[in-house]
């Protein structure tokens, strides 16, 4: 059974009222079914999700899926999901690399992230390390705002079912 939970690269932001200018629903990013599935920090509100496949003989780390926690300076924190794109090369059981692409909802501004993920696949576990920055164009100034989610320990079990708690924003 697929689960679906939607949420724009934006949305966080905009429920926190630092986007008013990006307003709209923007793209809606299907949580997928992984092979391992876990937590960020050990946060109930956080995913992390991944496969592990044989390309050309080799294993590698694809369809990673992350909500986790970011923070952006002059404004409030929250929590954001996004599929990280491309592939992740597995060498004697580990694997490391940043992922630089961006993501442009229709009618809405060009959002980029940047993704350093490592990690280590024991048996049925995995662990490793998440780093992310996602820049989208300051709706109350020129410029950019940079929100970063810092460097975060993560843990995920082959064959887990784990969905995050997703909490309503606090305040009027």
Same mark, same amino acid.
Request: hydrophobic share 35%; charged share 25%; proline share 8%.
């Given at each position: 059974?697929?689960?679906?939970?939607? /949420?724009?690269?934006?949305?966080a932001?905009? /429920?926190?009222?630092?986007?008013?200018?990006?307003?709209? &629903?923007?793209?809606?990013?299907?949580?997928?079914?992984? %092979?391992?599935?876990? #937590? *960020?920090?050990? &946060?109930? %509100?956080?995913?992390?999700?991944?496969?592990?496949?044989? @390309?050309?003989?080799?294993?590698?780390?694809?369809?990673v899926? $992350?909500?986790?926690?970011? =923070?952006?300076?002059?404004?409030?924190?929250?929590? !954001? %999901?996004?599929?990280?794109?491309?592939?992740?090369? $597995?060498?004697?059981?580990?694997? =490391?690399? $940043?992922?630089?692409?961006?993501?442009?909802? +229709?009618?809405?501004?060009?959002?980029?992230?940047?993704?350093?993920?490592?990690?280590?696949?024991?048996?049925? #576990?995995a662990?490793?390390? *998440?780093?992310?920055?996602?820049?989208?164009?300051?709706?109350?100034?020129?410029?950019?705002?940079?929100?970063?989610?810092? !460097?975060?320990?993560?843990?995920? #079990? @082959?064959?887990?079912?784990?969905? +995050?708690? *997703?909490?309503p924003? /606090?305040?009027?």
């Open positions: 059974m697929k689960r679906f939970i939607g /949420m724009s690269a934006c949305a932001v905009l /429920m926190l009222g630092v986007a008013p200018a990006i307003a709209g &629903d923007g793209p809606t990013f299907p949580q997928p079914e992984n %092979q391992f599935e876990g #937590r *960020i920090a050990k &946060d109930p %509100q956080t995913y992390m999700g991944f496969d592990v496949r044989r @390309r050309n003989g080799r294993k590698v780390v694809q369809n899926f $992350v909500r986790a926690k970011f =923070s952006c300076p002059g404004f409030s924190a929250g929590y !954001e %999901q996004f599929p990280v794109k491309g592939a992740f090369a $597995v060498k004697r059981g580990k694997f =490391s690399d $940043v992922k630089t692409y961006k993501l442009s909802p +229709p009618g809405q501004a060009t959002f980029r992230f940047r993704v350093a993920l490592s990690g280590k696949l024991k048996g049925k #576990r662990r490793g390390d *998440i780093r992310f920055t996602i820049r989208f164009p300051n709706p109350k100034s020129e410029g950019f705002v940079n929100c970063t989610g810092r !460097e975060r320990d993560w843990k995920a #079990r @082959r064959g887990a079912e784990v969905e +995050p708690v *997703i909490k924003p /606090m305040g009027p």
